[in-house]
């Protein structure tokens, strides 16, 4: 059963460490994003990639967040230095690169605590 | 700004009444999306409508897609308990581009 892979599934952390979170896709996706979500503002788009390439990160703050895919079976999600405001739940998904009504598949998500 | 604004936020119902979920925005959507989220898990995919006036149904829920295209809704018929959860409508406002997601409509049925 196919499945996008989050770790670690909860993160409790001080302000001010350095927090990074991993995403195995499901192999043969090669589409992979990034959301948070938070009560107050639901699922934000972070990030995207398309073929490993950033297409589109301008959801991300950029002076404490960093994405990147090392490889096709890996995403990562970067918090340095991480503030209490980060605290939400992180979502991968990927899904394949059809043109029209792509489907995504979400990852159980990260819950980070930042204290 | 692009936004889809969801209405209600929060709904709680008793099992077997109706309900309908709206979704709607400014702009036209190429294509729209519909999720469940249980807690502790990730939106998971119900439906995807991209023909204005579309109307689809998966068992006891109906989702439409206005003919404008802006605008989407979800109807449960019946309801019962294990269709609570967080219904998030997503749409996409040009092929291949970014799916951007609504606040979501918090369901609750009681027995």
């Known amino acids: 059963d196919a499945r996008v892979t989050q770790t670690p599934r909860h993160k409790v952390t001080e302000m001010g460490q350095e927090v990074t979170m991993r995403c195995q896709p499901i192999?043969?996706?090669?589409?992979v994003f990034w959301y948070r979500q938070t009560m107050m503002q639901g699922l934000e788009l972070l990030a995207y990639f398309r073929n490993r390439a950033p297409l589109d990160d301008s959801g991300m703050p950029k002076d404490r967040f960093s994405a990147e895919m090392p490889d096709a079976t890996l995403a990562t999600l970067k918090i340095q230095p991480s503030e209490p405001r980060d605290s939400a739940v992180y979502f991968c998904a990927s899904g394949p690169d059809r043109v029209s009504g792509n489907t995504i598949y979400f990852g159980e998500g990260s819950w980070l605590t930042v204290v | 700004t692009q936004l889809l604004e969801q209405s209600p936020q929060f709904l709680s119902i008793q099992e077997g009444e109706n309900l309908t979920v709206y979704c709607n925005s400014s702009s036209v959507f190429s294509s729209l999306q519909w999720y469940r989220q249980e807690p502790g898990e990730g939106p998971v995919l119900l439906v995807t409508v991209v023909t204005g006036g579309e109307v689809k149904k998966l068992k006891r829920l109906t989702f439409q897609f206005g003919d404008a295209r802006k605008d989407s809704s979800l109807h449960i018929t019946a309801a019962q308990t294990g269709d609570t959860g967080l219904y998030l409508c997503a749409g996409r406002y040009n092929q291949g581009g970014k799916l951007i997601f609504g606040q979501g409509t918090e369901l609750s049925v009681k027995p």
């Open positions: 192999l043969g996706h090669n589409t």
